[in-house]
């Protein structure tokens, strides 16, 4: 139905950004790692690769998902690794926190699959150790990858596709500020004394993933060969996250080697264009990894009986069920397709809500095109995501296994009538857009920057070369702490030992 269209414009930022003349750094050899990941945090991932390739730089692209068909063939080297992680569970069960920490590190156990796949020990064994300038890597959980950058002896930067979490953090040395600043998977978004209790066990559960990391490096990286597991941690010269602190928050401490990228998978989406509706309509996505052959027929019916109410406004929902040509008979103004161009509806003017699971980058769309949103979270960062955004007055909430046909219709007329969730989410999109430079021009400069300084050591804190326990003044505090309860408790036997004796 949808049939995106390049718009060849040469007034474009990005293709302005093609002629621009690079100091110091003429076709750099690029090695891409994008594995493990979904369809939506992938399109983050190649849009930096992307950027890179309109600069002239020579890119290998190592993924486990296909490349677009329209993905650059000149200066490129594709590897497609057939492997995945088994689908997890969309539906979070309303489980522990050991329950989950288990889980975690049951999948972090199976990632190293990926190592033994003889596509890529093709790789690795037939490729000169060292072809590469930079080692690009998706980060995902994935510390054991750092391998690579020591294997081919070149720098490394990441890319995260949300606000940098605690391993990211860890990796780069920068302070956490539990007190004021929430992290992103912490469905409560906790400040304060709170905040600090649950980031000492987000610790832990980062402690113990490290192990399962380390034990993972060092099968197939091993000592005296390759330089330490840790070693490799404090080599990474860069974090590039696609995230705009200063319009989605929270206000936290970064080093120079912590840059924001937010919004650059949208710039280069501006570069195709739709056909355009001509009504008022509502998007209605919850994302790749969503299937509707999951979700009982009751929650579809819901959805389907209260968009039928909804006749004065146009319909696009991304629906892969069996149903589609029952619906959009019976509703002529409900168009259902298995994709839909979602960033370029959203950049419509007749675009009125976006309905969608809250994930990281829908988010970030909405926000880049200031359009309101109803969310339906489902795992993962999805119910933080959108309790920041409900308390930015962005939109509202709601239960997708709990919602009643009633309470979705209400929801939906409140947004579309009540101006205020439109003006809050327009004027953050404001902030969002008004920067010095764009994501691509940052990403661009920054990750020449390492190339062209040998992986720019300089960039690194002393706080990396101290352990949790030093960087968090643990031992300082503890023995301080220690003395004054000691003298504490031999000022008390004193005092008891005087009274006895009168």
């Known amino acids: 139905m949808w049939v995106p269209v390049v718009n060849c414009s040469l007034g474009h930022p990005l293709l302005l950004l093609a002629c621009w003349f690079t100091v110091g750094v003429h076709g750099a050899r690029i090695l891409c790692v994008f594995v493990g990941v979904h369809r939506s945090q992938l399109l983050v991932h190649l849009a930096v690769a992307r950027v890179l390739l309109l600069r002239g730089h020579q890119l290998t692209v190592v993924t486990s998902q296909p490349l677009e068909h329209n993905w650059p063939k000149a200066n490129v080297t ?89 391993f990211v953090h860890s990796l780069l040395g920068n302070p956490e500020e539990r007190w004021y600043v929430p992290q992103p998977y912490d469905s409560r978004q906790r400040t304060g004394l709170e905040g600090c209790i649950f980031g000492l066990w987000e610790k832990l559960s980062e402690l113990l993933a490290r192990r399962v990391m380390q034990r993972i490096y060092s099968t197939h ?115 259902l397709e298995q994709w839909l161009p979602q960033a370029q509806l959203l950049a419509q003017p007749q675009a009125r809500l976006f309905i969608t699971h809250g994930g990281k980058g829908s988010l970030t769309e909405a926000l880049y095109h200031g359009v309101p949103l109803l969310g339906l979270p489902l795992l993962g960062d999805q119910r933080p995501n959108l309790r920041k955004m409900q308390a930015k007055g962005w939109g509202l909430t709601l239960d997708i296994h709990n919602v009643s046909q009633a309470q979705l219709l209400g929801s939906i007329k409140r947004l579309l009538n009540e101006t205020h969730f439109r003006e809050s989410i327009q004027r953050s999109s404001v902030l969002y857009r008004d920067r010095p430079l764009n994501a691509s021009d940052v990403a661009a400069y920054w990750l020449e920057y390492v190339i062209r300084h040998k992986g720019a050591p300089h960039l690194s804190g002393n706080a990396r070369q101290l352990n949790f326990w030093q960087r968090q003044l643990l031992d300082v505090r503890l023995t301080v702490y220690g003395t004054l309860g000691l003298l504490s408790w031999l000022a008390l036997w004193l005092n008891r030992k005087l009274n006895c004796n009168r």
């Open 221 to 335: 990286f091993p000592s005296p060969r390759y330089p330490s597991f840790e070693d490799m941690r404090r080599r990474v010269a860069l974090a590039l996250s696609n995230h705009h602190m200063i319009s989605e928050g929270p206000i936290a401490p970064l080093l120079p080697s912590m840059l924001d990228i937010g919004g650059i998978v949208m710039e280069q989406t501006e570069l195709m264009s739709i056909v355009i509706p001509q009504r008022p309509f509502i998007l209605f996505s919850l994302g790749t990894r969503f299937s509707w052959l999951t979700m009982p027929g009751r929650v579809e019916q819901v959805f389907v009986d209260a968009f039928a109410e909804l006749k004065d406004y146009d319909i696009y929902w991304t629906y892969d069920g069996v149903n589609a040509a029952a619906i959009h008979l019976a509703n002529s103004h409900i168009y």
């Open 78 to 166: 594709h590897l497609l690794l057939p492997w995945q992680l088994a689908k997890e569970q969309l539906i979070e069960p309303q489980a522990n926190f050991l329950s989950r920490l288990q889980w975690t590190l049951g999948r972090l156990e199976k990632s190293g699959e990926l190592l033994d796949q003889p596509e890529w020990r093709s790789f690795m064994e037939h490729t000169p150790t060292t072809p590469y300038d930079l080692l690009l890597l998706g980060y995902h959980f994935n510390d054991h990858l750092l391998g690579v950058a020591a294997h081919f002896n070149c720098p490394v930067a990441i890319i995260t596709t949300q606000q940098p979490i605690g």
